[in-house]
């Protein structure tokens, strides 16, 4: 379980491809700190350390994995947003992230005003039907408001803050991002059929 508030940025130094499946190896501020099998929200996908070195660590990505997200499109020196699995007792904050990405969208834009952003995402359909209007959808990794939704996309204002300390810079219209629905949503369209 993940919150969406990203701890830290890091590297890929490599993804390998091992014929359906691929080894993607990240420079990670706190490489020191983590354990073999421990959780991390890689744009948040939610990978198992499979290697560890003194400045990071490495993951194993199935084909599914592959296919579902947008990990198969990071090249070398790509910027990731990093997160460690919750803690029990640690301060809650964002929403509720299983790190279990449901699709991918699109940069539409991001643009700045002021000293604020405003990002644009095309949602697909299996995603849009489980937004609302100021609910919260997880984005590479990154928990945020819906600030207006329509069929399509979602707008979402990012502080200076959230801009600073995530991968965000470096995005470019026409990047594919992790999309994940907000889990009470999920829960909700399943019990009601929809």
Do not use: Y
Request: proline share 3%; net charge negative.
């Amino acid at each position: 379980m993940f919150t969406g508030l990203v701890e830290a940025i890091g590297r890929v130094r490599s993804l390998e491809p091992r014929g359906e499946q691929a080894r993607l190896s990240l420079e990670i501020p706190f490489a020191a700190e983590l354990e073999m099998g421990e959780s991390v929200a890689v744009n948040g996908c939610c990978l198992t350390v499979a290697d560890i070195d003194a400045t990071g660590a490495s993951f194993d990505l199935l084909g599914q994995t592959l296919a579902v997200t947008s990990l198969g499109d990071l090249t070398d020196a790509s910027i990731v947003n990093l997160e460690r699995a919750l803690r029990a007792g640690d301060r809650f904050g964002g929403h509720f992230v299983q790190g279990h990405v449901d699709a991918t969208g699109t940069v539409l834009a991001l643009d700045q005003r002021g000293q604020d952003h405003i990002f644009d995402v095309s949602l697909p359909p299996e995603i849009a039907k489980l937004c609302i209007d100021k609910g919260s959808l997880c984005v590479d990794g990154i928990s945020l408001t819906i600030a207006e939704l329509t069929e399509t996309s979602a707008r979402f204002w990012i502080t200076p803050h959230t801009f600073d300390v995530t991968h965000l810079p470096g995005l470019k219209a026409g990047a594919r991002v992790n999309l994940e629905a907000d889990l009470l949503a999920k829960h909700v369209a399943k019990l009601l059929g929809k």
